[in-house]
């Protein structure tokens, strides 16, 4: 039979264990799908502070390619206008007649591809994924390809390189304002 003192310190053993939570709130919280921007303490390199950095519609300042022979990227006289949404779809649509262009952006008036693009923050690359288009992806984009991103001021670079690590393309685009 238990006695009376050792019932009253398994319940007080037991009452203990059953402590509630932390009595403070949260330090900030804010719904999954609201585009508030953060503060840089909050998300510095984070997948949300990317999305926000991309997100919206860039012009096309500046396009090198490599030749088809390989080689270092050559100026390309081109105009064009990339589109991020929040959800991750991508939208690019470009004109170019320069000989230094790919074959298939000089055939017809206007490239324009849709796809996705998957942020790897740690890399700072993007990989596109599900590209559909106008013309041949695989001529224009090489959706295998893995591209670089960086950020400067009002600038996006996107660095396309293959798998030895070559840069193939470069290009860059200013926020639309």
């Not at 059953?18 to 403070?24: D, E, F, R, S, V």
């Not at 298939?104 to 996705?116: I, L, M, N, T, W």
Request: charged share 25%; proline share 10%; hydrophobic share 35%.
């Amino acid at each position: 039979m238990v006695t009376r003192p050792l019932a009253a310190c398994a319940l007080a053993l037991t009452v203990a264990g059953c402590a509630p939570g932390p009595l403070t709130p949260p330090r900030s919280g804010r719904p999954m799908n609201n585009p508030v921007p953060l503060t840089s303490e909050e998300t510095t390199g984070s997948l949300e502070t990317t999305r926000q950095q991309l997100m919206g519609t860039w012009e096309l300042v500046e396009l090198k390619n490599a030749p088809p022979k390989g080689g270092a990227p050559v100026p390309v006289k081109a105009t064009g206008t990339l589109v991020y949404d929040q959800y991750g779809n991508l939208t690019i649509d470009a004109r170019s007649s320069d000989p230094n262009a790919p074959v298939a952006a000089r055939e017809v008036p206007r490239v324009s591809f849709k796809g996705r693009a998957v942020i790897d923050v740690v890399n700072h690359e993007l990989k596109l994924m599900d590209v559909t288009g106008n013309v041949n992806p695989d001529e224009v984009l090489a959706p295998e390809r893995r591209r670089r991103y960086a950020f400067e001021a009002d600038l996006l670079t996107l660095s396309s390189f293959d798998e030895k690590e070559v840069v193939t393309a470069v290009s860059t685009w200013r926020r639309a304002k």
